[in-house]
Every structure is written in structure tokens, then in C-alpha cells.
């Protein structure tokens, strides 16, 4: 199996494309400056808090969901809040940065493959992130279109109905992503193939997002987006 043996790139969006943890942090530094709470402990706490939430309303709109978490956050750590103050963190998500690698990568992968989006967000909060990424995807699927967040496989299910369609087979498909708990688990159970993005390599633990349940098969592992295009560009030279 290599690189070139796919058509189609499926990306996870937060963690993997746009840098999430900084714009969590950077979002949450009302309440982190008045607590004792350190960065990869809030990281933890808001991955905890997210994924029940997500649980508990599928449905709902990822910006309003954050703006349940900042409370919940709040309320964990002590702190009085605003519910403006919480509105404020789920409009947040349009300002988060971009992986300096990512719109030059994403330039370079869009010459050779179709690349989708399949992500835990709302249209409206995407279209921020998007421009960011300075790149036009083939197809946008979001937990608002589907009704559900990832890992719930109705997530896969519903991607794979969609490119099905256009042609193409799961074979095609290599899933791209960072989060083993929301991506590699459940897309490894499609049997999909899988690319690792990283990001944490250098950090411990999983930092915004739960650790998955299991063990975790992945098909290639690189640390950046950026590395994952200088791969597929050496074999094209060999």
C-alpha cells in the first residue's frame, strides 16, 4: 500500500487541518487566567466535557455545544460566567488558526486526489476555517448535515453513502486525521485505510480529545500534513 493508490483523501478538520488546541486555549484564557488549571489539564477537561455533550445532543449545532462546554468548564472550575462570555467561545471556532503546513499541503494533495471534509462542526463555523485553508474541498460533510458526531458511525456511514455515489469505492478512500478516538477507530472498523497527522508527537498524552478505548491500527503515520505531501512527492520522483 502506498500513497498513490488512493483517489480520494477524507480529512478530519480540528486537530488535523486547522491547530484547535491553540484556538481552545486561546478562547479559554478568560477562564484559564482566574484558575490554577494548567493547559494540558483544560485540554483534558474540555475533551471529557465535549464528547459527553456531543453524546447527550447529537443534534445540536457544534457552536452552540462549545457554548454548553464553556459553561460546564466554568462551573468544574469555579468561575462565574456570562452566557455572552460562552456565546462568545462558540464563535470562536471561525478565528481558530490554521497548521502553518496545511494550505500549502492541501494545495499540493488537491493536483492529485478529491479531497472532503468529514468533521465534528457546524457549516456556518467552517466557512472561517476554510478560508483559512485557502483551498476548495470536493465535498463538505458535517456533523450538522448528518445529525451526529464522530465516532458515532452514522458519521462513516453517511460519507461513504455520499462518495458511493460519485463513484467511489471505500477502497478509494485514505482517511486523514489526528484524533485515533474520533477518526482511526471508527474508520479502521469500515475498513478504511487511515493516515495518522501527528500533531501531538511531540506532547504526551491526547490532549483535546479522549483517548480511544483500544489499540489503534494505522496505515501510515506522519507528523504533519506538510510531511504527508513530501512523501507522496518523493514517490512520484522515484
Same mark, same amino acid.
Given at each position: 500500500?502506498?500513497?498513490?493508490?488512493?483517489?480520494?483523501?477524507?480529512?478530519?478538520?480540528?486537530?488535523?487541518?486547522?491547530?484547535?488546541?491553540?484556538?481552545?486555549?486561546?478562547? *479559554?484564557?478568560?477562564?484559564?487566567?482566574?484558575?490554577?488549571?494548567?493547559?494540558?489539564?483544560?485540554?483534558?477537561?474540555?475533551?471529557?466535557?465535549?464528547?459527553?455533550?456531543?453524546?447527550?445532543?447529537?443534534?445540536?449545532?457544534?457552536?452552540?455545544?462549545?457554548?454548553?462546554?464553556?459553561?460546564?468548564?466554568?462551573?468544574?472550575?469555579?468561575?462565574?460566567?456570562?452566557?455572552?462570555?460562552?456565546?462568545?467561545?462558540? *464563535?470562536?471556532?471561525?478565528?481558530?488558526?490554521?497548521?502553518?503546513?496545511?494550505?500549502?499541503?492541501?494545495?499540493?494533495?488537491?493536483?492529485?486526489?478529491? *479531497?472532503?471534509?468529514?468533521?465534528?462542526?457546524?457549516?456556518?463555523?467552517?466557512?472561517?476555517?476554510?478560508?483559512?485553508?485557502?483551498?476548495?474541498?470536493?465535498?463538505?460533510?458535517?456533523?450538522?448535515?448528518?445529525?451526529?458526531?464522530?465516532?458515532?458511525?452514522?458519521?462513516?456511514?453517511?460519507?461513504?453513502?455520499?462518495?458511493?455515489?460519485?463513484?467511489?469505492?471505500?477502497?478509494?478512500?485514505?482517511?486523514?486525521?489526528?484524533?485515533?478516538?474520533?477518526?482511526?477507530?471508527?474508520?479502521?472498523?469500515?475498513?478504511?485505510?487511515?493516515?495518522?497527522?501527528?500533531?501531538?508527537?511531540?506532547?504526551?498524552?491526547?490532549?483535546?480529545?479522549?483517548?480511544?478505548?483500544?489499540?489503534?491500527?494505522?496505515?501510515?503515520?506522519?507528523?504533519?500534513?506538510?510531511?504527508?505531501?513530501?512523501?507522496?512527492?518523493?514517490?512520484?520522483?522515484?
Amino acid at each position: 500500500m502506498n500513497l498513490t493508490d488512493f483517489k480520494v483523501l477524507t480529512f478530519d478538520c480540528y486537530g488535523t487541518l486547522i491547530d484547535w488546541e491553540t484556538g481552545i486555549l486561546e478562547s *479559554l484564557s478568560s477562564l484559564l487566567d482566574r484558575s490554577s488549571v494548567d493547559r494540558e489539564q483544560a485540554l483534558q477537561t474540555f475533551a471529557e466535557f465535549e464528547s459527553r455533550q456531543q453524546a447527550q445532543t447529537p443534534d445540536m449545532r457544534y457552536a452552540d455545544l462549545l457554548g454548553h462546554v464553556f459553561i460546564q468548564l466554568a462551573e468544574h472550575w469555579g468561575i462565574d460566567v456570562t452566557r455572552e462570555q460562552a456565546g462568545q467561545f462558540g *464563535l470562536s471556532i471561525r478565528d481558530w488558526p490554521a497548521f502553518p503546513d496545511a494550505p500549502d499541503a492541501l494545495a499540493y494533495l488537491k493536483r492529485y486526489y478529491k *479531497l472532503v471534509i468529514l468533521s465534528n462542526v457546524d457549516r456556518e463555523s467552517f466557512v472561517g476555517s476554510n478560508q483559512r485553508l485557502r483551498v476548495e474541498f470536493d465535498q463538505i460533510y458535517t456533523a450538522e448535515d448528518i445529525g451526529s458526531y464522530k465516532p458515532d458511525p452514522r458519521n462513516f456511514e453517511y460519507m461513504l453513502d455520499k462518495l458511493g455515489k460519485l463513484g467511489y469505492a471505500p477502497s478509494a478512500i485514505l482517511h486523514t486525521a489526528q484524533s485515533l478516538f474520533h477518526d482511526h477507530v471508527p474508520a479502521s472498523g469500515f475498513g478504511l485505510a487511515t493516515a495518522w497527522i501527528d500533531r501531538r508527537h511531540y506532547k504526551q498524552g491526547f490532549g483535546a480529545t479522549k483517548p480511544p478505548p483500544a489499540e489503534v491500527r494505522v496505515d501510515f503515520h506522519f507528523h504533519s500534513l506538510g510531511e504527508m505531501a513530501a512523501a507522496h512527492e518523493t514517490i512520484l520522483k522515484a
